[in-house]
Every structure is written in C-alpha cells, then in structure tokens.
T-cell receptor
Framework: KAGVTQTPRYLIKTRGQQVTLSCSPI?????VSWYQQTPGQGLQFLFE???????NKGNFPGRFSGRQFSNSRSEMNVSTLELGDSALYLC?????????????FGPGTRLLVL | GEDVEQSLFLSVREGDSSVINCTYT??????LYWYKQEPGAGLQLLTY?????DMKQDQRLTVLLNKKDKHLSLRIADTQTGDSAIYFC????????????FGRGTSLIVHP
C-alpha cells in the first residue's frame, strides 16, 4: 500500500505570493490533517478534513485554507505569503481521524519564503 | 489550555536505555502519543497510551504515565544508533477528532 505522498517536496516563493500544496492520503483513508513545523513554534495543527469538509481548525489566520476532494486528496493554500510562513508542512491521513487510530505522515513540503 | 513540555536533548551510549520525559497540562481524558522523526522525514507514531492506563510496553519501548504529576516517559531499551532521531510527545483530548498538541521534541543522540 502506498504511503502518504506530498507534492512538491520543496518550494521557494517570495513574500506576497500564494502557494498550493498537495497531499494524497493512503488509499481508503478519509481524514487528512495538516501541520506546520517551524524551529520557533514547533509542530502546530492547521486543520483537518473529513469527507470533503473541514472538520477541525487550528489557530491560524484566514490566509491558510484548504480543501479535500472526493477521492480524499487534499490541498492547502497559503495566500499573501509572509517570511514567517517558511516551514515544513506535514500532511497526515487516517481512516476516520479518531484519537485511537494511527495517523500516517507524509515526508512534508519544505516551503521557503524569501 | 493544553501545553506539552519536553527536554530538548538527550545523549546516550549504544546499548544503554534511553528515557525521554514529557509533561502535559490537560486534565481531561486524553490520549498521549510518542512520535519519532528522522531527518528529512515526517512523523512516525511509535506508541500511544490512554490516560486511564499506567504503563504500556511494546518490544523495546515502555511508556509510563504518572497521572498525578501529568508526567509521561518513553523508555527505549538497548538503544541503537538507528534510534537517533527527534522524539515528540503529544496529547489529544478524547471524545472527538484527533487534534494533537505537540511538545517541542527531544533530540536523541546515540553514540558508540
């Protein structure tokens, strides 16, 4: 079974631009979560999608958004990029997004904002 | 609110046991997790424990939970160089979806 894949793996953007990151979950998984990892703030939960609906959201500004398609693939978008958005963005999938399930993480997309 | 704290570094000799500690603050029913992150990779769930348990063992890994002190530890027996990684403790309140709060991670360095 293929693991969670994220594209692209690396990205360089400039301030003010927008970016779209993609995540393909493990086949059969309906929950996809996104996380931001930075040296300063550590790992922080962005949002979770389940059956094409945003079910949970972390404490991030509205510039961060996402969506999920009918095949469970998910995208996240960051508009009006700031230097502080430079981070590793991790995606994880699980069957139903419940506490006792194993979340499987992708390798991440490393975003650098110049 | 939730807050999870870990020490930043731990250095051990190969073959020794490693103990990585974590404290959390949420007093409600909660799941507590240990993840491993190797360089250039995402997180890998190692094990988890529910807050009504005291201990969980899985091969070389032992998780101990002290609910009174809100203290969680991960013991790795016979630590190998392949165990060198960053270990994250996380908690998530039960009863709903998985929304974790992570610690800052402990860098484990295993030297020969």
């Amino acid at each position: 079974k293929a693991g969670v894949t994220q594209t692209p793996r690396y990205l360089i953007k400039t301030r003010g631009q927008q970016v779209t990151l993609s995540c393909s979950p493990i086949s059969g998984h309906r929950s996809v979560s996104w996380y931001q990892q930075t040296p300063g703030q550590g790992l922080q939960f962005l949002f979770e999608y389940f059956s094409e609906t945003q079910r949970n959201k972390g404490n991030f500004p509205g510039r961060f958004s996402g969506r999920q398609f009918s095949n469970s693939r998910s995208e996240m978008n960051v508009s009006t990029l700031e230097l502080g958005d430079s981070a590793l963005y991790l995606c994880a999938s699980s069957l139903e997004g419940q506490n006792q399930e194993t979340q499987y993480f992708g390798p991440g997309t490393r975003l650098l904002v110049l | 609110g939730e807050d999870v704290e870990q020490s930043l570094f731990l250095s051990v000799r190969e073959g020794d046991s490693s103990v990585i500690n974590c404290t959390y603050t949420d007093s409600s029913s909660t799941y507590l997790y240990w993840y491993k992150q190797e360089p250039g990779a995402g997180l890998q769930l190692l094990t988890y424990i529910f807050s009504n348990m005291d201990m969980k063992q899985d091969q070389r890994l032992t998780v101990l939970l002290n609910k009174k002190d809100k203290h969680l530890s991960l013991r790795i027996a016979d630590t190998q160089t392949g165990d060198s990684a960053i270990y994250f403790c996380a908690e998530a309140v039960s009863g709903g979806s998985y929304i974790p709060t992570f610690g800052r991670g402990t860098s484990l360095i295993v030297h020969p």
